[in-house]
């Protein structure tokens, strides 16, 4: 079955700071890998996806992401941080032999210190 | 275009009551999901639909929860005789097609909170 791990709950960060949210995945193949974001009281955005290829892949927001088969991680990384990115940040895997299901991560808590 | 919109925003009732809670998926979607999300942690699968074809109830926790879609447009969630454990953030998604590389896009989700 396919999990992800998002090892950090919450993490602090200084505007203007760089930021990386690790996230690892286990399934058996190479999965589709999605980032969302949730403001209070907001729905899930997607930021970014991996479907194949270029292994750096850029979203909105000024984020990326670098899938590394290796480490069978997706981190979502931005260079700097603005005090509208706090929010709750989810890394999903979906199956890439057809079907629908994501498999969401426990999410990671950013906050923004002015 | 809008977006997907759920209903009510919050719901709070009381243990054993039945609760019903609506998804408007954006129109043109076929594909349609409920999620369930509690408090500190990640989204649960609970069912899909996908047009005509039978739902996938695999990840419906137990026989209290049901769901309906009407052709490709409106979807219910019920909730009968009401757990504590039920109290959780239940967000609708839609998206154009059923594989998982279609990117779903969520409604702001209805806050249950059973007393």
């Known amino acids: 079955a396919q999990s992800v791990t998002q090892p950090d709950i919450h993490i602090t960060v200084s505007e203007g700071a760089s930021l990386e949210l690790r996230c690892n995945y286990s399934?058996?193949?190479?999965?589709?890998l999605f980032w969302y974001v949730q403001s209070p009281g907001q729905g899930l955005q997607l930021l970014l996806k991996?479907?194949?290829?270029?292994?750096l892949v850029q979203g909105i927001k000024g984020f990326e992401a670098e899938f590394k088969r290796s480490q069978s991680s997706f981190n979502l990384r931005k260079p700097s941080v603005h005090w509208s990115d706090a929010a709750e940040y989810f890394c999903?895997?979906?199956?890439?032999?057809?079907?629908?299901?994501?498999?969401f991560g426990t999410g990671t808590q950013l906050k923004v210190e002015l | 275009g809008a977006g997907v919109s759920q209903s009510p925003s919050n719901k709070v009732t009381e243990k054993g009551k039945d609760v019903e809670l609506r998804c408007d998926p954006i129109?043109?979607?076929?594909?349609l999901y409920w999620y369930r999300q509690r408090l500190g942690q990640g989204l649960e699968f609970l069912i899909y639909?996908?047009?005509?074809?039978?739902?996938?109830k695999s990840g419906l926790p137990s026989d209290r929860f049901s769901a309906e879609r009407t052709g490709e447009s409106v979807s219910t969630l019920t909730i009968q005789r009401t757990q504590q454990e039920d109290s959780a953030v239940y967000l609708c998604?839609?998206?154009?097609?059923?594989?998982?590389?279609?990117?779903?896009?969520f409604g702001p989700g209805t806050r249950l909170t059973v007393l």
């Open positions: 998604a839609s998206s154009l097609a059923r594989a998982s590389y279609n990117e779903q896009f």
């Open positions: 399934y058996g193949a190479t999965p589709y």
């Open positions: 991996y479907f194949s290829g270029d292994t």
């Open positions: 999903a895997v979906g199956p890439t032999g057809g079907g629908n299901k994501l498999t």
């Open positions: 129109s043109g979607h076929t594909a």
């Open positions: 639909f996908q047009g005509n074809s039978a739902p996938d």
